[in-house]
């Protein structure tokens, strides 16, 4: 198909495909002439991927790049190819000597042993768990760790969940861009049921009988 | 204590401040003198709310508005104000008449009647779920609404251990601070939480034995 076509079919305006196809997000067309060129399936549905990132994903075009690059970098063996692209979705925590923060990672150290997770120290995931502590106990919220072991248990059964369903995708290809939209939107997707649940759990708790 | 001292406890710049004192999300001091006013440890308590909702929750300024006006608002019965602080934490989904984001919608209903959830259906979380369950089965996953089930559960086991912690809080100001830090902070941890299980439950079934 022709970029005009391409773009019709996926709602994306025409300045848009070309500005991704400069920034290296998009392969380009197979040409045709000087000033042709078409695009196929593949197109359509990483065009469709980077939409999705970006809208519901909301990561800068930037993360979008690291992140497509890791799905596409052959050869890497599967857990290291995973944790490539996580990294590419994550976003750092501020880096601080705080010793409130060097103890509070203890805890979440604490939490992921507790919990029996293989998990490399150098995640900054763990940084990430670290700084809400921390911030919450400034806030007078010291105890907020409490209640972090009900988050263990039930992020170890989504996990197996997600795992379970990217596993069976089969293709490694697709298993990678399986866990891509299963982390950008499943968080989304975990962030609106959370809240959801609160609502239920708040509703039969204090609302009128 | 004098507004440069309010600035220095909390870490922030007083031109930060000034602008947070303009726009009322944080409520003026008490004059002492024509140009001098005193700041006490409510105004310290509120400005590190704000800072954790801008730097931690990401919130827009008009959002941290919306939200601390939902704490401030007195005699609304207390599931009604965690409705309106959830609101105004929650960014909508976009408006669509889609049918498939109808469909969507109605799995998302049938999963809140089946794990037996009392939600308003005027939730915009709802069209969240659905339009991130349209976004995927355009993107080749249709299946992506079957992992939805271990969310629920998940996701009513984290709600039982927030409404615990919040509902210990006891005074009615408390908890609903409790409820705004701990939806964007829980959140935020959350989605670390279960990066950390994906990490942890793929190197166990996909990494080197």
């Known amino acids: 198909m022709r970029i005009g076509e391409l773009g019709d079919t996926a709602g994306v305006a025409l300045p ?18 000087r000033n042709q060129a078409q695009y196929d399936d593949d197109h359509l549905r990483r065009l ?16 979008v790049h690291d992140v497509l690059a890791a799905i596409d970098e052959p050869g890497l063996p599967v857990h290291k190819m995973l944790g490539a692209v ?18 509070a990672r203890r805890q979440v150290e604490e939490l992921i042993e507790r919990h029996g997770w293989q998990v490399s120290d150098k995640t900054a995931e763990i ?3 670290a700084s809400v502590i921390t911030r919450l106990a400034e806030l ?20 197996e969940a997600d795992v379970d369903y990217v596993a069976r995708l089969g293709k490694l290809e697709d298993v990678l861009e399986g ?23 708040s509703a039969k708790r204090f609302g009128p009988a």
């Open 127 to 129: 940084d990430i768990v």
């Open 140 to 159: 007078g919220h010291p105890g907020f760790v409490t209640v972090l072991d009900a988050y263990f248990e039930a992020c170890q059964r989504i996990a």
């Open 179 to 201: 866990v891509v939209l299963g982390t950008v939107f499943g968080e989304a997707a975990l962030a609106a049921i959370r809240r959801l649940a609160h609502q239920s759990t």
């Open 16 to 33: 848009t495909i070309k500005y991704y196809l400069r920034e290296g997000l998009l392969p380009p067309g197979h040409r045709t002439s």
């Open 48 to 63: 469709r991927l980077i939409r999705a990132l970006i809208e519901v994903g909301g990561l800068p075009v930037a993360k």
């Open 86 to 103: 996580s990294k590419g979705l994550c976003t750092p925590a501020e880096a601080t000597h705080d010793p409130a923060r060097t103890d």
